[in-house]
């Protein structure tokens, strides 16, 4: 009696089983954030490839484009003065840019906080001292260092260049809140930084290149590359020695393996 009532229990469990896998189910929402967000677009950057390199003049560029437009929100705290001398500039150029940050300290008279000039030894100054300031400078919004943004950010430069030139208007089907912009390259499309390159010739280059949205936008992320990644030139430079290295060392072990063992196999078999 007891082995019926667990056949029958069992059986029972089975027919529900079968049920629930038969039934239709019931049509899932899509998601319309996944809907409207792209994917940015791939750009051929200089430093693409085992032989990329960066371009001295784009970094500098880049960097004029983050002085004159970025900087007024992103910090980039994580660089020093001196390290700018990667992008092609000369140890006058680097201290006069340094002196045009003031940089917070102590006086030693009377141990109050107070600033001074920057030196080429000095870090990028925050933007804000703490994270409340910025919020409350941003409407609630936190913006982020940029020091190591094409490394946090999936797609780094590509991403960069996508989301400071894809502000575009919200479709009908989606709603943006007051104080937000639709940004179809923003994780969540609704972002809370206003459009930084608003138009052509927003900033002039010092070396006379047109100044158009795409090319600024090309330029300060190729700058972001560089900040996040200094030493990008010299490991893929290591790379290719040490991968040249292995091909010959495997070479003339290939040929030393010839050599020793090219009288073994000339002798015949011992019977």
């Known amino acids: 009696m007891i082995r019926l009532g667990a056949l029958g229990v069992g059986l029972l469990f089975v027919i529900t ?11 899932v929402a899509p998601d319309p954030v996944k809907a409207l967000h792209k994917h940015p677009q791939e750009i051929e950057w200089t430093t693409n490839g085992v032989f990329g390199k960066f371009d001295r003049k784009q970094m500098q560029r880049g960097f004029q484009v983050y002085k004159e437009i970025c900087s007024a929100c992103h910090s980039i705290h994580r660089v020093a ?24 300290t102590i006086d030693d008279k009377t141990g109050e906080p107070t600033t001074r000039k920057g030196l080429p030894a ?31 950010r999936e797609d780094g430069p590509n991403y960069v260049h996508s989301l400071i030139t894809g502000y575009a208007d919200a479709p009908a089907n989606w709603k943006v809140p007051d104080g937000l912009y639709y940004n179809p390259y923003f994780r969540s499309l609704n972002v809370a930084m206003p459009p ?29 590359t560089w900040t996040a990644e200094p030493k990008l030139e010299a490991r893929k430079e290591t790379g290719v020695a040490a991968i040249a290295f292995l091909l010959i060392l495997t070479a003339l072990g290939y040929l030393s393996y010839r050599k020793v063992w090219a009288d073994v196999k000339r002798k015949p078999a011992a019977v």
């Open 196 to 224: 930084p390159l608003a138009a052509d010739d927003q900033i002039t280059y010092v070396d006379g290149t047109k100044a158009t949205k795409d090319q600024m936008a090309r330029d300060v992320a190729t700058f972001l």
């Open 122 to 152: 000095d870090k990028f100054p925050l933007i804000y001292p703490n994270e409340i300031a910025a919020r409350a400078a941003q409407n609630g919004a936190l913006p982020p260092d940029l020091s190591l943004i094409t490394k946090a």
């Open 81 to 104: 003065f001196r390290d700018l001398a990667a992008l092609g500039f000369s140890a006058p150029e680097i201290k006069a840019i340094a002196a045009g940050y003031d940089i917070a």
């Open 17 to 27: 089983l079968l049920w629930g896998v038969i039934q239709p189910r019931e049509a």
